[in-house]
């Protein structure tokens, strides 16, 4: 079956270390996204990728990178920049535009800073 | 650059009972995506129902409709007969079909629905 796999589900950081969510795609999909979601809040986005070894900021890019050297992968690094990394991080996908340009999200991966 | 609002924070519906979660936006597009996806506890993003700018008829899928007014800038969603696993976060969220925004999904900031047995 098509879809998106995050991994880990859960993960824990000690402070002042990197750490890397992994995101898998295999819907053939164009360009993925990285959101983070707070507790009570919607999601907010991170970085996406349109297209292999391009990617573009999001609204709260401080503190993370991305890469897109495989059109099925999007792996996003929380670096100890980030000051308050504990939330919720959902990967996505979607299709070029028309109907049915929905996106397409993995279970997520919940981040904790211990 | 594109904008979606949720104003109601949390929703409570008793069983059964249809219920209407609001949603608006902001966008400069020409044509544009509207999207409903439901967050159970679990965390998991559930596609619900899809709108297009130009689609002359509102958008109906099972128990969900959207109630589209485009000269409003709404796109509220209808659930009609609520159940008790519809309780979860809704979110709307937005799209463009060309252009720079065509890859930008904005989200709202949900509201949290709570159906009462």
């Given at each position: 079956d098509g879809g998106i796999t995050q991994s880990p589900?859960?993960?824990?950081?000690?402070?002042?270390?990197?750490?890397?969510?992994?995101?898998?795609?295999?819907?053939?999909?164009?360009?993925?996204?990285?959101?983070?979601?707070?507790?009570?809040?919607?999601?907010?986005?991170?970085?996406?990728?349109?297209?292999?070894?391009?990617?573009?900021?999001?609204?709260?890019?401080?503190?993370?990178?991305?890469?897109?050297?495989?059109?099925?992968?999007?792996?996003?690094?929380?670096?100890?920049?980030?000051?308050?990394?504990?939330?919720?991080?959902?990967?996505?996908s979607t299709r070029r535009g028309g109907r049915g340009t929905e996106a397409f999200f993995g279970q997520g991966t919940r981040l904790t800073v211990v | 650059a594109q904008k979606i609002t949720q104003t109601q924070p949390g929703m409570f519906?008793?069983?059964k009972e249809a219920v209407t979660l609001d949603c608006t936006y902001d966008t400069s597009d020409p044509s544009y995506g509207l999207?409903?996806?439901?967050?159970?506890?679990?965390?998991e993003m559930i596609f619900l129902i899809y709108q297009g700018s130009y689609d002359q008829q509102n958008a109906t899928e099972g128990r969900y409709s959207l109630n589209f007014q485009k000269a409003r800038k709404s796109a509220n969603l209808?659930?009609?007969?609520?159940?008790?696993?519809?309780?979860?976060?809704?979110?709307?969220?937005?799209?463009?079909?060309?252009?720079a925004g065509s890859y930008q999904l904005t989200f709202g900031k949900g509201t949290k629905l709570s159906v009462i047995p």
């Amino acid at each position: 079956d098509g879809g998106i796999t995050q991994s880990p589900k859960y993960l824990f950081r000690k402070e002042g270390q990197n750490v890397t969510l992994s995101c898998e795609q295999n819907l053939n999909h164009d360009a993925m996204y990285w959101y983070r979601q707070d507790p009570g809040q919607g999601l907010r986005l991170i970085y996406y990728s349109q297209i292999v070894n391009d990617f573009q900021k999001g609204d709260i890019a401080e503190g993370y990178s991305v890469s897109r050297e495989k059109k099925e992968s999007f792996p996003l690094t929380v670096t100890s920049a980030q000051k308050n990394p504990t939330a919720f991080y959902l990967c996505a996908s979607t299709r070029r535009g028309g109907r049915g340009t929905e996106a397409f999200f993995g279970q997520g991966t919940r981040l904790t800073v211990v | 650059a594109q904008k979606i609002t949720q104003t109601q924070p949390g929703m409570f519906v008793q069983e059964k009972e249809a219920v209407t979660l609001d949603c608006t936006y902001d966008t400069s597009d020409p044509s544009y995506g509207l999207f409903w996806y439901k967050q159970p506890s679990s965390g998991e993003m559930i596609f619900l129902i899809y709108q297009g700018s130009y689609d002359q008829q509102n958008a109906t899928e099972g128990r969900y409709s959207l109630n589209f007014q485009k000269a409003r800038k709404s796109a509220n969603l209808v659930i009609s007969a609520s159940q008790l696993g519809d309780s979860a976060m809704y979110f709307c969220a937005m799209r463009g079909l060309s252009g720079a925004g065509s890859y930008q999904l904005t989200f709202g900031k949900g509201t949290k629905l709570s159906v009462i047995p």
